[in-house]
C-alpha cells in the first residue's frame, strides 16, 4: 500500500469519535470525498484485518483488532510499566484518581489510571483523547514545550513559568467542574515532555488535605518514573 493509500486509510479510523461511534457508508463518502469503490476497497482492508466490524443496519464500528493492539501498547509502553506501581501508591495515600497521560500531536490520552475509589470522578477515563489546552495534566506538559510551541495551546505565559518553578501544575475545575487536578510533568533525558503524571479529585476532598504534601508525593513519583526510564531498567511487568 503507498503512503498516500495508507494515509486514506487512516482517515476512516479518524473519523470514529465518542460522538459519532457507528458510520454508515454513505456518510464515510460524504465525509472523505472518497468514491464508492474506493471506500469500499479500504473498508475491505479494514474488516479483514480487525480494525472495522460491520454493525446491523450496515454501519461500521471499530473492531477488536484495536483490543489487541491496546493489550500490546500495555505490554510495551515503558511509561505504562514505569508508572504503574507509582499510580498505585498515589491512589493509595490521596482521595480521587491517580492518572498517566501520555500526549500526541494536539491531543492527551489518558493511558493508565488507578484509584482506591471505583466511584471517583475524573475527566480522563483510560482512552479517551482530551484537547491539549485545558487541565492539569494538559499545562504540566506545555510547560515544558519550546516556547512556539506553548503559543499553539496557551496564551499564559506567566502560568506557565509558575508552573516550571513549582514544579507541577493546578487547576480548579478547568475540564469538569468540583474537580481538582495537580500534576506534574514526566521528561525525557532532554527535558522534552513524554506525559504527565496526575491526581484530579473532589473539590472538597482537595479542601482536606495538604495541597503541598500532595504536589511534592507527585514530584517525586513522576523523578523516579523519569529515572527508570533513564536508566533502561527492565520494565516488563510479567517479571
Same mark, same amino acid.
Given at each position: 500500500?503507498?503512503?498516500? *493509500? ?15 461511534? =457507528? ?22 482492508? &479494514? ?37 504503574? +506501581?507509582? &499510580?498505585?501508591?498515589? +491512589? ?21 489510571? *488507578? ?27 506545555? +510547560?515544558?514545550?519550546?516556547?512556539? #510551541? ?11 513559568? #509558575? =508552573?516550571?518553578?513549582?514544579? =507541577? +501544575? ?43 504534601? &500532595? ?25
Amino acid at each position: 500500500m503507498s503512503q498516500a *493509500s495508507g494515509d486514506r486509510v487512516l482517515a476512516i479510523l479518524d473519523l470514529f469519535s465518542e460522538d459519532r461511534l =457507528v458510520w454508515t457508508p454513505q456518510a464515510m463518502m460524504a465525509a472523505t470525498g472518497y468514491t464508492r469503490p474506493t471506500l469500499y476497497r479500504y473498508l475491505k482492508t &479494514l474488516r479483514a484485518a480487525g480494525f472495522l466490524a460491520q454493525v446491523p443496519g450496515g454501519g461500521f464500528a471499530i473492531g477488536p483488532r484495536v483490543v489487541e493492539l491496546d493489550f500490546l501498547m500495555r505490554k510495551s509502553d515503558r511509561l505504562i510499566a514505569g508508572a504503574e +506501581a507509582e &499510580l498505585h501508591d498515589l +491512589a493509595a495515600r490521596f482521595p480521587g484518581t491517580a492518572f498517566l497521560a501520555e500526549w500526541y500531536g494536539e491531543r492527551l490520552l489518558c493511558v493508565a489510571s *488507578s484509584s482506591r475509589d471505583i466511584a471517583a470522578r475524573t475527566s480522563y477515563p483510560r482512552g479517551r483523547p482530551m484537547p491539549l489546552a485545558r487541565g492539569a495534566a494538559s499545562r504540566a506538559i506545555i +510547560a515544558h514545550l519550546p516556547k512556539r #510551541q506553548q503559543q499553539r495551546f496557551l496564551d499564559q505565559e506567566a502560568d506557565l513559568r #509558575q =508552573v516550571r518553578r513549582d514544579g =507541577v +501544575a493546578v487547576a480548579h475545575g478547568e475540564v469538569t467542574r468540583g474537580i481538582v487536578g495537580t500534576a506534574a510533568p514526566v521528561l525525557d533525558e532532554g527535558a522534552r515532555p513524554l506525559a504527565s503524571l496526575c491526581v484530579s479529585m473532589e473539590a472538597e476532598d482537595y479542601a482536606r488535605i495538604v495541597p503541598a504534601d &500532595l504536589a511534592e508525593a507527585i514530584i517525586a513519583a513522576a523523578a523516579r518514573i523519569m529515572a527508570r526510564l533513564s536508566d533502561g531498567l527492565n520494565l516488563d511487568r510479567t517479571g
